[in-house]
């Protein structure tokens, strides 16, 4: 009888102790989700940054083509043609490859669950900036298939690679 009262006794003397302490990681746990939420919005608006970007530079590129033509000017255009020529010029990846890359992982992150390849292609459609292409589909699958190394299938859907997988999974 005695040891059930020095043990309930130990109880009690542990248990404010373990209070604080829990105490004490649920504050560090807020601030970590907070601090994860911070991140995640910075991501998005840097995203949404990229995407504007690369939603200029689609505008722009008809206007540059017609800027190339022949200006009357003669020749000494203080290199602006090749400087033209050098901003439209690929660098690894076309312009609608970009824009697929670009919005898929916007769609993805906002979403908050994996897409489905169909799901990706309706929020294409539906940004107004969807590439020209007699198959839309197998245009994003094959963008997204290249970049293996930045998207990672999950079920029958697309989750953006060393992201933590949501619960909700994609059948």
């Known amino acids: 009888m005695m040891e059930k009262a020095s043990s309930s006794v130990g109880n009690e003397r542990q248990h404010p102790f373990h209070q604080q302490f829990d105490d004490i990681l649920e504050v560090i746990d807020e601030r970590i989700a ?4 911070a991140v995640r919005n910075m991501r998005a608006a840097l995203e949404a940054e990229e995407l504007a970007l690369e939603r ?3 505008a722009r590129e008809p206007l540059a083509s017609k800027a ?3 200006t009357g000017r003669g020749r000494d255009s203080g290199g602006l043609s090749d400087v033209k020529a050098e901003a439209r010029r690929p660098k690894g990846k076309t312009t609608a490859s970009k824009v697929i890359l670009e919005l898929a992982k ?3 992150a906002s979403a908050s669950r994996p897409l489905t390849r169909s799901d990706i ?3 294409l459609e539906a940004s107004g900036t969807a590439p020209a292409s007699r198959d839309l589909q197998s ?3 094959k963008v997204l298939w290249k970049n293996r190394d930045t998207f990672q299938q999950v079920g029958n859907g697309y989750w953006l690679k060393g992201h ?3 619960d909700v999974q994609v059948d």
């Open 121 to 123: 292609v309706a929020a």
């Open 68 to 70: 190339d033509r022949p």
């Open 56 to 58: 200029l530079k689609l």
């Open 164 to 166: 933590p997988l949501p």
């Open 139 to 141: 245009l994003v699958s």
């Open 34 to 37: 907070k601090q994860e939420e």
């Open 106 to 108: 916007e769609a993805i």
